[in-house]
């Protein structure tokens, strides 16, 4: 699976900004597709996932209610729509993919590149 990722940018505290990635591949329906994120001085975490289908999603506890995670199967893109941002949630965000929905960086199956998020207070 290849995954680009677009879309960061800078936002003020208590605003909104989505995150898109394209995905490619022969079994892109077999996957997990979710977002990690990383903060400057601290590990790689989960933010959210979906399946392919888009019926069931899955969130970490700092995402749920601001974060809301959503896949067009027609464009083979997944979206991250983050609101009420939080200067914490400052970060390099990751497109990922994964067979078996890892909540762990090292278990991830396939990655892209980040896109930088900054939330200014």
């Known amino acids: 699976v290849q995954l680009q990722a677009s879309g960061g940018g800078l936002a003020q505290a208590g605003g909104s900004l989505r995150v898109s990635c394209a995905a490619s591949g022969r079994t892109l329906s077999n996957y997990f597709m979710g977002w990690f994120r990383q903060a400057p001085g601290k590990e790689r975490e989960f933010v959210a996932s979906i399946t392919w289908t888009g019926l069931s999603t899955y969130y970490a506890d700092s995402a749920k209610g601001r974060f809301a995670i959503s896949v067009d199967n027609g464009k083979n893109t997944v979206y991250l729509q983050m609101n009420s941002l939080k200067p914490e949630d400052t970060a390099v965000y990751y497109c990922?993919?994964?067979?078996?929905?890892?909540?762990?960086?090292?278990?991830?199956?396939?990655w892209g590149k980040g896109t930088l998020v900054t939330v200014s207070s």
């Open positions: 990922t993919a994964d067979l078996l929905n890892a909540r762990e960086a090292r278990r991830v199956d396939s």
